[in-house]
């Protein structure tokens, strides 16, 4: 069973570019989870989708950075119009549609650095 | 924020075990204690959870105490390839299941 994929691993854009990161959940989980580590920084969420909904977006910035998880396809995470304050790593994580306590799987990163 | 307070350090020598504690004093009676850890730069990884039960697995095992204010996560034997960033995470069960991370315990694993 592939674990959860992410790509690209690194991503360079310069000021004012678009990033698109992908992730695409373990076979058979429909929650999916993003995450931004910034250098010598903690780990802190993002957003929260399921398949076709965002549940949760309350650690997105209000402006440029969208997300989605379509019906078919990996979840995306679009980041408009980048800064240099942008680059980060950024990690995916899925979940089974379990109810009762389940832990998270995360991917490798996308390590993202804005020029 | 995190619900949860931990050393920002510990050092531990290769082949003893490592028991890294955590306090949680305001967990309430539906959430979960889970430890994640992240090895440098990569992904975080599950470690173990429970509730109020002490848990044992295939990595560590999990110690909670009988107030469930705190617990520790023991490695048996730790070796230097479980040098990371250990985090103790308090979460609810049920579908919803947002990770806030704090600083965590950074363990060195040490010849």
């Known amino acids: 069973n592939a674990g959860v994929m992410q790509n690209p691993r690194h991503l360079v854009r310069r000021r004012g570019q678009e990033a698109r990161l992908r992730c695409s959940p373990m076979?058979?989980?429909?929650?999916v989870y993003w995450y931004r580590q910034l250098p010598e920084e903690g780990l802190k969420f993002m957003v929260y989708?399921?398949?076709?909904?965002?549940?949760?977006e309350s650690g997105m910035p209000k402006e440029r950075f969208s997300a989605e998880f379509p019906k078919e396809g990996p979840s995306i995470l679009r980041i408009q119009q980048v800064v240099r304050g942008d680059s980060a790593a950024y990690f995916c994580?899925?979940?089974?549609?379990?109810?009762?306590?389940?832990?998270?799987?995360f991917g490798p990163g996308t390590r993202l650095t804005v020029t | 924020d995190a619900k949860t307070t931990q050393p920002p350090s510990m050092d531990c020598a290769e082949g003893r075990a490592a028991n890294l504690p955590c306090n949680h004093s305001t967990i309430s009676g539906n959430e979960y204690v889970y430890w994640y850890r992240q090895i440098h730069s990569q992904g975080p990884q599950y470690i173990i959870h429970g509730l109020k039960n002490n848990e044992t697995n295939e990595m560590a095992s999990l110690i909670i105490t009988e107030d469930r204010k705190s617990s520790t996560l023991i490695l048996p034997h730790a070796t230097l390839r479980d040098t990371a960033v250990y985090y103790c995470?308090?979460?609810?069960?049920?579908?919803?299941?947002?990770?806030?991370f704090g600083a965590g315990t950074r363990l060195a694993v040490h010849p």
């Open positions: 994580a899925s979940s089974p549609p379990d109810l009762g306590p389940s832990e998270q799987y």
């Open positions: 076979k058979g989980h429909s929650h």
């Open positions: 989708l399921q398949k076709e909904n965002i549940i949760d």
């Open positions: 995470i308090v979460q609810t069960s049920g579908g919803y299941n947002k990770l806030i």
